[in-house]
């Protein structure tokens, strides 16, 4: 019975438990330290029962120029999911077990085993076990893993640990080795930034006197799709993030705007004005056959694929107010998605294929919503008054998306079912338009 | 009662997810994994397109080159024809001379939905402009959406400087 791996019971019994016990705290975790002009996260809700593991110092750890274990701590405790047990300077070294009975006594109910050792070349091999406190049998070991690294890619070798400890002890895909782009505003100066999903490496893709909206990832991670006004209209770019080479993708007469990669990463959908008002076209990632998919009489925008690439969802008013549709790419047919209130915008689709975030206005103001796509149920996930531009992590857990905080934008995120709620900020900048990459390969 | 449940469903998860490695050596359990990706950006620098101008004096005056629309609405008002009209007249002089009407949207809703709102203001100027007779190869109607606000306070009276549309020369 114990051979049969079932994710998806996990999954379940792991979030279930969630939806019986959790609450909303509202406790402030400030997290780790962090370099100047990187994003600030700060957990600002979380369940209330927090998993308790051990991630020690790792043995040899010290011949780093870097901690990876604070990388793995500071990504756990942000998850919003873990309680993270301090046992100070103490190792707990990959080559045998650890007194389990011990780490269960100072309350741990997992404890990582881990030890860097030197290889060849200045390279540096990071072995580690995750175990299981509470079994008192001969198979307490969880699962373990051998990571290569050069000592600068302790940040992303860190992501991966917490990521393995992350799908081990919840049964979903970790989402801390992914990037998100977003844009800053300072003054008149705009500029597209790379991060991973912890705020940290941040660095600059593009700057430009002009806004930059909508930037949207590739199935690969490699390349981003963006609207850039730096000739006073908008024009759509492809731009190669690791050569900086970019692209026209679109540049037709009028406005051309929202681009939405297909799952097969060989077209995008966009938005064009060359006949008229804004309607949706596919094009080849090469920019060459662009071809209207619909005509509609009003506005139709905000594309985004179905993970499947059967779908596109998107905005459009021909009923009047702006709501959510989709297409059925294959065999042209169009079902509204979104009744309830008069404004429902920018759908986003779980990589799941399963919820779609989106904006809708509320009596208070703009919020963050989820619907669950086979009950067609709404849940407003935000309280603010101008939340916009939700994504999903690639896990389909969480979703990214900005919001306004005194006169300035910054990002936060919340997870699909509200319970964790994190506050993502940049000292002394307007921060836009986030949107989270995939898992990478 | 709930803390006493929580440590049997975890025994259950924890017992489910536990075949993965067995035996004293660690599992490299995926291939791809053993080299963690170093991420590298390059930055790219977009300047400014510059904008010529050997127009009259009245097309620079701001009164004259940008009209007003009402809250969601796409209909040109009456205030606005007069300055319609003078940019048509200019364009039926100067055949070579070539307008970008901007249109924009007030702060408040998704960016690309106002984008979109904004080329329906731009798109009513672009029509009355050819009912003008102005030539339609003069004039490109686009959107700055709410990216250009003439005025940043979230109040009705900026909202109603936002929602507007701009005549802009290009040689």
């Known amino acids: 019975m114990n051979n049969i791996v079932i994710p998806s019971c996990i999954n379940t019994i792991f979030s279930s438990f969630l939806r019986l016990t959790c609450v909303l705290a509202m406790t402030c975790l400030a997290v780790g330290t962090r370099a100047q002009d990187a994003l600030d996260i700060a957990v600002i809700g979380s369940g209330e029962r927090l998993f308790p593991i051990i991630v020690p110092v790792f043995q040899d750890e010290g011949n780093l120029p870097h901690s990876i274990s604070e990388v793995v701590r500071a990504d756990l405790e942000r998850s919003g999911l873990f309680k993270l047990i301090d046992i100070g300077p103490m190792t707990l070294p990959e080559s045998k077990v650890p007194d389990l009975a011990a780490m269960a006594a100072r309350g741990a109910d997992a404890a990582l085993s881990a030890t860097v050792v030197a290889s060849s070349s200045g390279r540096h091999e990071i072995r580690f076990r995750l175990f299981d406190t509470t079994r008192t049998d001969s198979k307490p070991e969880l699962g373990g893993m051998i990571l290569r690294m050069s000592p600068e890619q302790y940040r992303i070798t860190g992501h991966r640990i917490a990521d393995f400890i992350y799908e081990k002890l919840t049964g979903i895909p970790g989402y801390f080795a992914t990037r998100i782009a977003y844009v800053v505003k300072n003054s008149q100066r705009y500029e597209l930034h790379i991060a991973d999903s912890d705020g940290m490496n941040t660095q600059p893709a593009l700057r430009s006197h002009e806004s930059i909206i909508s930037p949207s990832w590739s199935p690969d991670g490699q390349q981003l799709a963006y609207v850039s006004f730096e000739t006073q209209k908008p024009v759509i770019y492809v731009h190669t993030l690791a050569t900086g080479q970019r692209r026209i993708l679109a540049n037709f007469k009028g406005s051309n705007s929202a681009p939405a990669w297909a799952p097969d990463g060989k077209r995008l959908a966009v938005v064009l004005t060359k006949d008229g008002l804004s309607q949706i076209y596919l094009i080849n990632a090469d920019g060459s056959g662009a071809r209207r998919l619909m005509t509609s009489s009003g506005i139709d925008t905000e594309p985004a694929w179905s993970p499947d690439g059967r779908f596109i969802y998107f905005t459009s008013d021909r009923s009047g107010s702006p709501q959510i549709y989709r297409l059925d790419v294959a065999g042209g047919g169009v079902e509204r998605i979104t009744f309830d209130g008069s404004y429902n915008v920018t759908p986003r689709p779980s990589a799941d294929g399963k919820k779609l975030a989106l904006m809708t206005q509320t009596g208070g103001g703009y919020r963050i919503a989820v619907l669950d796509l086979s009950s067609r149920q709404i849940v407003i996930l935000t309280n603010s008054s101008r939340d916009e531009s939700p994504s999903f992590a690639p896990n389909s857990n969480m979703i990214l998306y900005a919001t306004v905080n005194g006169n300035k934008g910054t990002l936060a995120a919340v997870s699909a079912d509200g319970l964790i709620k994190q506050q993502l900020s940049i000292q002394a900048a307007d921060v836009r338009e986030p949107a989270w990459g995939p898992f990478q390969k | ?171």
């Open chain 2, 1 to 171: 009662m709930k803390n006493l449940l929580f440590p049997s469903l975890l025994a259950l998860a924890l017992a489910a997810c536990q075949t993965d490695t067995q035996g004293t050596s660690a599992k490299i359990d995926d291939e791809s994994m053993q080299q963690p990706q170093q991420t590298r950006v390059t930055a790219v620098d977009a300047t400014k397109r510059g904008d010529a101008s050997d127009l009259p004096d009245w097309a620079r005056d701001s009164s004259r080159n940008s009209v007003f629309f009402d809250y969601d609405s796409y209909v040109i008002r009456s205030d606005a024809r007069p300055v319609i009209e003078a940019h048509a007249n200019l364009l039926a002089r100067q055949p070579d001379r070539k307008v970008t009407i901007q249109g924009n949207a007030d702060e408040r809703g998704s960016r690309e939905y106002n984008l979109a709102l904004g080329q329906k203001r731009a798109e009513a100027v672009r029509r009355a402009m050819k009912l003008q007779g102005a030539n339609d190869m003069q004039i490109e109607a686009v959107s700055l959406g709410k990216e250009h606000p003439r005025c940043a306070a979230s109040t009705e009276s900026c909202y109603a400087q936002n929602r507007r549309g701009d005549f802009v020369y290009f040689r």
